[in-house]
Nanobody, 120 residues
Framework: QVQLVESGGDLVQAGGSLRLSCAAS????????MGWYRQAPGKQRELVAT???????NYAASVKGRFTISRDTTENTVYLQMNRLKPEDTAVYYC??????????????WGQGTQVTVSS
């Protein structure tokens, strides 16, 4: 089983930036697709971005052009660079392996997530 630990969340003003990290441990990290997800209060969890083992990326329309997902296979880590943050980006952010690149189909148990709060 893979354990996932997210970090990097913080309180930031609108227009600011954050970089989230996801460290994976346990079974092999040679997973094809890794994703970042988020869940705002009262809303369903949504898929924000995915990256394949070949570094192809896919983004939700709401974050395209502002967020960048990347991965370091040697370090078993996935990153999410978030720029030009908006109050509507406020959520708990999670990472996971995903079946596919565009629909939310997580593989492993969720980690604790990391809180991102964007003030207006």
């Amino acid at each position: 089983q893979v354990q996932l630990v997210e970090s990097g969340g913080d309180l930031v003003q609108a227009g600011g930036s954050l970089r989230l990290s996801c460290a994976a441990s346990g079974s092999s990290f040679s997973i094809n697709v890794m994703g970042w997800y988020r869940q705002a209060p009262g809303k369903q969890r949504e898929l924000v971005a995915t990256i394949t083992s070949g570094s192809s990326t896919n983004y939700a329309a709401s974050v395209k052009g502002r967020f960048t997902i990347s991965r370091d296979t040697t370090e078993n880590t996935v990153y999410l660079q978030m720029n030009r943050l908006k109050p509507e980006d406020t959520a708990v952010y999670y990472c996971n392996a995903n079946l596919g690149i565009a629909t939310i189909r997580p593989i492993y148990s969720w980690g604790q997530g990391t809180q991102v709060t964007v003030s207006s």
